[in-house]
């Protein structure tokens, strides 16, 4: 069954520091994988897309990785700002399919 | 910058009553999709919309619902008779390929 699982649930850090989350996934077979930000009462905003030949992606203070092999993937947020409060979630493509799987996200709260 | 939009952005109905939700995709794109977030939970994908046909829609997406472009800009979402469980936000979204989709803010649909 297709499913992306994501890691942790929720996660408190202070204003400046960096993090890390996880996302794995079983969806075969795979396209591509992307990472949004949601902000509470928003729609979902694009930070990354990597395809199954990409090892990392950057978007400003935001790096996606991707492991295509054990199928994981991170998000790491460097010197995280209070904007960065908002939840996080990874979404995978299959192949040939407009069908998005969607994780149920990681709650970031950035405490000042 | 381009953006989808979407109206209402709360819409308060009664049990059984049909509702209409709007959408104005990005104008050069050419895919529109629709996906609801019931409170707190994973945003799940309703329906996908090509060429002025449903290209593919999930198991949520029955009998009730109903998906249109009437004119060049419009896309709505018709849920014929509402249920209680309706209630979630609504995103549109909107991408030129099947690769990065932009999201609308949403229409909060309550049914009481």
């Known amino acids: 069954k297709n499913q992306v699982e994501q890691s942790p649930q929720s996660l408190i850090i202070l204003e400046g520091k960096n993090c890390t989350l996880q996302?794995?996934?079983?969806?075969?077979?795979?396209?591509?994988l992307r990472w949004y930000k949601q902000d509470t009462g928003r729609g979902p905003v694009s930070l990354t897309i990597?395809?199954?030949s990409e090892n990392t992606k950057s978007n400003g203070r935001y790096t996606a990785t991707l492991d295509a092999d054990t199928k994981q993937s991170s998000l790491h947020i460097t010197a995280s700002q209070l904007s960065d409060s908002a939840s996080y979630i990874c979404?995978?493509?299959?192949?040939?399919?407009?069908?998005?799987?969607w994780g149920a996200g990681t709650k970031l709260i950035i405490k000042p | 910058e381009p953006e989808v939009t979407q109206t209402p952005s709360h819409q308060v109905t009664q049990m059984g009553q049909e509702v209409i939700l709007r959408c104005v995709p990005i104008s050069n794109h050419l895919y529109f999709y629709w996906y609801r977030q019931i409170l707190g939970q994973k945003v799940e994908f309703l329906v996908s919309f090509y060429n002025n046909e449903i290209s593919e829609k999930s198991e949520i997406f029955d009998d009730q619902f109903s998906v249109e472009r009437p004119d060049g800009s419009n896309f709505t979402l018709k849920i014929r008779s509402t249920k209680l469980e309706d209630s979630a936000m609504y995103f549109c979204?909107?991408?030129?390929?099947?690769?990065?989709?932009?999201f609308g803010a949403g229409t909060r649909l309550s049914v009481l």
């Open positions: 979404v995978v493509s299959a192949d040939s399919n407009y069908q998005l799987i």
């Open positions: 996302c794995n996934y079983t969806v075969s077979p795979f396209s591509n």
């Open positions: 979204a909107s991408s030129v390929w099947v690769n990065i989709q932009y």
């Open positions: 990597m395809t199954f």
